[in-house]
């Protein structure tokens, strides 16, 4: 059982190292192949002249076939060269360094808000009678109807505009004012996934709370508390994991938007701003950035699910 267990994680990893291999590639050949020629980004908008492209094409070894480009790429990031920015003339590193932290403080207060309110109310709706369930289902529903974007302007034009009680612009500075400049964008950001994990949490308890073991504790006469914290949460556990990593991968995506509408230098709107200039260094980065950690943010729900349930990992069920 070890040994399968062994090998089927060695299979998992071995599959995350492929997909970001495969990633790479997709990344920096796409990007290459969209329409505009990079020389005129290099030429910081002056008409260059014969010598100026020739020179530029090989500095940026802009003529070598995209094969040698590519391993080239590679090597210099598994390296630690990242290259340097089109347009800043900077490492990307030193680009992307400072707002990586920026974008991680708005995720992980988004995760926190997403696993308080749709963790626990997934749990009041399965617990808590028709009523309780009716609202939660209600809520949800307006909750999943209402993209980014539109929260955002709703926060900004109730509690930033009308109210004052929250600043609509920049990231703040120290740990409290990062609260409170980020607690509109993390609500923007998280009320989507907060209404989606919580219909999932909800559907994993109802089915484990009609299930026959549970009936079973039941007529033992094991406490209700015990019965849900030992029979119902933790089996339905794994699939809330699962989902909860899927989820947190993809609120660094979709942290592009709220950046974007609060005015964050964060990592999203770096992005952003560097495919409207054909920054492809920066794009490139960015994106493989982004599609690690969805790869290993999922890996890392894998592995969990797997400690609360080994069967998994040799079953598929959580794959």
Do not use: C
Request: net charge positive; no cysteine; proline share 5%.
């Amino acid at each position: 059982m070890r040994g399968r267990a062994l090998v089927s994680l060695l299979a998992k990893l071995g599959g995350l190292l492929l997909t970001l291999f495969l990633s790479s590639i997709v990344i920096f050949s796409a990007l290459l192949l969209t329409p505009g020629d990079p020389v005129a980004t290099l030429a910081g908008g002056k008409r260059p002249t014969p010598e100026m492209i020739a020179a530029i094409r090989e500095q940026f070894r802009l003529d070598d076939p995209i094969w040698l480009r590519y391993i080239d790429w590679l090597g210099g990031v598994l390296t630690g060269n990242l290259g340097e920015s089109f347009v800043y003339k900077t490492p990307v590193g030193e680009l992307i360094g400072p707002r990586i932290g920026v974008t991680l403080t708005l995720v992980i207060f988004a995760v926190i808000l997403i696993a308080v309110f749709g963790i626990g109310s997934g749990i009041l709706a399965a617990t808590r009678g028709p009523k309780a369930d009716r609202a939660v289902l209600l809520s949800t529903s307006i909750g999943m109807a209402l993209p980014t974007f539109v929260m955002a302007i709703l926060l900004i034009w109730i509690f930033a505009k009308m109210l004052g009680w929250f600043p609509v612009y920049g990231g703040g500075t120290g740990l409290l004012d990062q609260i409170h400049h980020l607690t509109l964008p993390a609500i923007s950001l998280a009320v989507v996934y907060i209404a989606y994990i919580s219909r999932i949490t909800r559907a994993s308890l109802v089915g484990e709370l009609s299930s026959e073991h549970v009936d079973t504790a039941r007529v033992r006469g094991i406490p209700r508390s015990r019965i849900f914290r030992s029979h119902v949460f933790l089996n339905a556990s794994p699939q809330i994991l699962a989902v909860s990593g899927a989820t947190i991968a993809g609120l660094f995506a979709t942290s592009a938007i709220a950046e974007q509408a609060f005015g964050i230098n964060g990592l999203g709107s770096l992005l952003t701003e560097a495919a409207a200039r054909k920054d492809l260094p920066v794009v490139q980065i960015i994106s493989l950035l982004l599609v690690a950690i969805f790869v290993i943010l999922n890996a890392i729900a894998d592995t969990v699910n797997a400690l609360i349930d080994p069967d998994s990992l040799t079953s598929g069920r959580n794959a």
